[in-house]
């Protein structure tokens, strides 16, 4: 992700991910695009934990398998 896939507006930042739009605001940080930045690590780290869930439960349904 970068900031070119945002369309930033002041201090307001949108974008479209998996159909939905995603607003980030400036708040607390110094500027729109730390706060893209921070959204974007959050997310990275989202993502990382739902595909190692997704790899769990496959590696759990193929032990279930090959025990049968």
Known sequence: ??????DIVGGVALRQVNGKQITV????FTSIE???KDW????AVR???SVEEL???VNA???RMSLH
């Open 1 to 6: 992700m970068s900031l070119r896939d945002w």
């Open 25 to 28: 605001t400036s708040g607390s």
């Open 34 to 36: 730390a706060a893209t």
């Open 40 to 43: 974007e690590a959050k997310e």
């Open 47 to 49: 993502r990382r934990q």
């Open 55 to 57: 790899g769990r439960l």
């Open 61 to 63: 349904a193929l032990n």
